[in-house]
């Protein structure tokens, strides 16, 4: 057991705290070099970033991918849908591409998707068919049509199915025709 007041420094008279050993010459070389460290860091890192400043501002590929590695051809136009908000028309597009899957070979002979309108008030996907039996065909198909297109497409996507019958051949007014004439169809009835 020691003496009581051992290994205690004494107190200063004045202001009743301990008092520190003064610093030594080694004591006080160890603090200088760890300021002269300290500065030399600072003044490399204000070099570095001035280079980095000169040389384009820093960015550099190194082991980690960040946003400017390239990517696969999936990949980088899958990031593009998503940025634009484009998901719903690029999966309408879809359904355009797989259409005779979606509805039948039968049926994709006959009708062909024309256009989607994706305002989300209408939702309308217009299918113009070559004779108006498949158009009648497609008109009684078209609810449960629209209802295989939402399951794949996600629930609202389309809410109408437009459908277009065949169109009758082009009106052309030429110099055998008379004013105000609506074609082939002016001389019956």
């Known amino acids: 057991m020691s003496a009581p007041g051992e290994g205690l420094e004494p107190a200063d ?5 301990a008092k520190l050993p003064e610093a ?9 070099l760890r300021a002269a460290k300290e500065q030399a860091r600072a003044r ?3 070099v ?3 280079n980095q400043a000169r040389r384009g501002g820093g960015l550099r590929s190194g082991a980690r991918s960040d946003g400017r590695d390239p990517l696969p051809l999936g ?12 998901e719903t028309p690029a999966a309408v597009g879809g359904v355009m591409g797989r259409w005779p899957q979606i509805v039948g ?15 989300p008030a209408e939702r309308v996907l217009t299918v113009q068919c070559d004779s108006t039996a498949w ?3 497609l008109r009684l198909l078209a609810p449960q049509l629209v209802a295989r297109l939402n399951t794949d497409l996600g629930h609202g996507t389309v809410r109408m199915i437009k459908v277009l019958g065949p169109g009758g051949p082009q009106r052309r007014f030429g110099p055998l025709r008379s004013p105000g004439s609506r074609g ?4 019956y009835g």
């Open 105 to 119: 070979d039968d049926l994709a002979k006959h009708c062909v998707p024309l256009r989607y309108d994706e305002d």
């Open 44 to 46: 490399g890192a204000a």
């Open 184 to 187: 082939p169809g002016d001389t």
């Open 48 to 50: 570095q970033q001035k």
């Open 24 to 32: 030594s010459g080694v004591d006080l070389a160890r603090v200088a």
């Open 135 to 137: 158009a009648t065909q």
């Open 75 to 86: 990949s980088a136009i899958n990031r593009l849908i998503t940025e634009r908000g484009w």
């Open 13 to 17: 008279p004045v202001t009743g705290a």
